[in-house]
């Protein structure tokens, strides 16, 4: 049976649990560092998906509908009661967010907390990734690589990424496969973005205004399309703060502290 989600450290004392969805190529290694400098009141879950190097036996998902079927039944089988949030970056925004309206849709209890960086709908330049599926490995690659869609700065990460082609593909057939009904979440929405990223410019974040009732705005951060691994702790500080919140679950005696200041945040 796949597994589904991994954690670096179990916190079954944690107060709400953090799942966390990757950018298309991506594993969970990339948060379960993450486990470091998260918050003690959160418990990380970082999704494994199917087809990933170094995991046979699994083909990668191409079809976005029953993969977001599957995670359903795997998140509800990690719930236990404690709030939970989703975070999800570019790939994972939008596993995300399609994840937290299909648990709605199957009356489940909803996350309390949806946040997003790295894709918003109706992404003006979302037609050129349609194509990167169908393309030839040496032409995908150069593609995502030109668009800043793939984090490789060492000679380790640039032969894991050529190893991972055929998730890779799978990844932008999902992208591709997206149709947009303009389902609304059920819960409320937190954005994230990086001031210099080539595919998702700050203003287009501001889409995710329409897909919630509840839309806390979006906070910018210097760096490009993986501005996330740079700032990685201000971004947790902010998930603790906003998921404290919407659940009303006590924060620590340092929880008002002021957040770092790297990034702006605005309120819309």
Avoid: K
């Amino acid at each position: 049976m796949h597994e589904w989600f991994a954690s670096a450290d179990p916190r079954p004392d944690a107060e709400a649990q953090l799942f966390l969805f990757p950018h298309a190529g991506g594993s969970p290694l990339g948060y379960l560092s993450w486990a470091a400098s998260l918050p003690r009141g959160l418990e990380l879950r970082a999704a494994r998906l199917p087809g990933r190097p170094g995991e046979g036996g699994e083909a990668p998902r191409s079809v976005l509908g029953p993969l977001v079927e599957e995670l359903c039944e795997a998140v509800e089988a990690e719930l236990d009661g404690r709030p939970y949030l989703f975070f999800g970056h570019s790939l994972g925004a939008l596993l995300a967010y399609r994840l937290a309206v299909a648990l709605a849709g199957r009356g489940a209890v909803p996350p309390a907390l949806l946040g997003v960086s790295g894709w918003a709908p109706e992404l003006p330049n979302a037609a050129g990734l349609s194509a990167v599926h169908r393309m030839p490995d040496a032409e995908l690659l150069a593609t995502v690589g030109r668009l800043g869609l793939v984090h490789t700065t060492t000679a380790r990460e640039r032969a894991l990424l050529e190893a991972a082609v055929p998730s890779l593909r799978a990844d932008f057939a999902l992208v591709a496969g997206f149709d947009d009904d303009g389902a609304v979440a059920p819960c409320p929405i937190a954005a994230y973005t990086g001031a210099g990223d080539p595919l998702v410019p700050p203003r287009a974040m501001h889409a995710w205004s329409g897909r919630t009732t509840s839309f806390l705005g979006v906070r910018e951060f210097p760096g490009d399309h993986f501005f996330l691994f740079e700032h990685a702790m201000a971004i947790q500080l902010d998930l603790d703060r906003r998921i404290r919140r919407q659940s009303a679950v006590p924060a620590p005696a340092d929880w008002s502290s002021p957040l770092p200041q790297e990034g702006s945040c605005s309120q819309l």
